[in-house]
């Protein structure tokens, strides 16, 4: 297989953000410019289409960052959530679902992450300040702001990324807080928040924190280019 075709569905606005009156789907370019450096092909997967259907003939289901998922208990009226649609929700989980079922490998960056999280039972930081207080910010610049990312001994991102001083870019209020049933933590922050989850087994299903499609340098591609490569069978 030359060039694995990596299923992306697209994000969802129905509250005016883009234009008024109007639902937009909506992505950041950096996701399919990383995949086709990777030798993959991007493929974008709008809402109405079936989850079966938008997986049709696609080789790996890259989950991208998103909205927030809303807490189960109030927060203060200072911290706002910027909440992912219902139906964008919905959809994404019926994609995990599917491409779970069908054993395509799976990456999920951000917001992606944590709903693998979710719905393998995990649970979440909805605000990082107020759940774990003791933390350091993960809501950094986006152009320059880093902090280091310790990897755990024996996972395939530790292999993918090797003994490398490794540094990721941090855009994010809610952090994974329990990886769930299936999934293992392979790298924290500093302050002991997960930056990414990933399962045991031959079929590759990686969480990232980070945004690694707006990354530059060796990392980035040495993780774009492992998920295409196991979307690929090799």
């Known amino acids: 297989m030359a060039q694995p075709r990596i299923g992306i569905p697209l994000s969802l606005d129905a509250e005016d953000r883009i234009r008024a009156g109007r639902r937009y789907h909506y992505i950041d370019e950096a996701y399919a410019t990383a995949v086709a450096e990777a030798e993959g092909t991007p493929c974008y997967l709008p809402l109405p289409v079936s ?6 003939g696609i080789d790996g289901l890259l989950l991208p960052g998103g909205d927030d998922f809303p807490p189960a208990r109030p927060y203060p009226a200072e911290v706002r959530f910027s909440l992912v ?5 919905a959809f994404d989980a019926a994609l995990l679902a599917v491409a779970l079922e069908r054993g395509l490998p799976l990456l999920g960056i951000c917001y992606g992450m944590q709903l693998m999280a979710l719905e393998a039972g995990g649970a979440l930081h909805h605000h990082i300040p ?6 350091e910010s993960h809501q950094l610049e986006e152009r320059d ?6 990897l755990e001994a024996g996972t395939r991102l530790a292999r993918w990324l090797g003994d490398s001083s490794v540094e990721v ?3 994010h209020h809610q952090a994974v807080a329990a990886a769930g049933t299936g999934y293992r933590i392979a790298a924290r922050a500093p302050d002991g928040i997960i930056e990414a989850i990933e399962a045991e087994g031959p079929v590759l299903r990686l969480g990232v924190q980070w945004h690694p499609e707006k990354l530059q340098g060796a990392n980035r591609m040495r993780l774009f280019r492992g998920f295409v490569d196991a979307c690929r069978g090799s």
């Open 169 to 171: 870019n941090s855009l």
């Open 85 to 89: 649609q219902p139906d964008q929700r």
């Open 51 to 56: 989850p079966e259907a938008a997986l049709e």
């Open 145 to 150: 702001g880093r902090h280091g990312l310790t």
């Open 130 to 135: 107020a759940d774990r207080p003791d933390a």
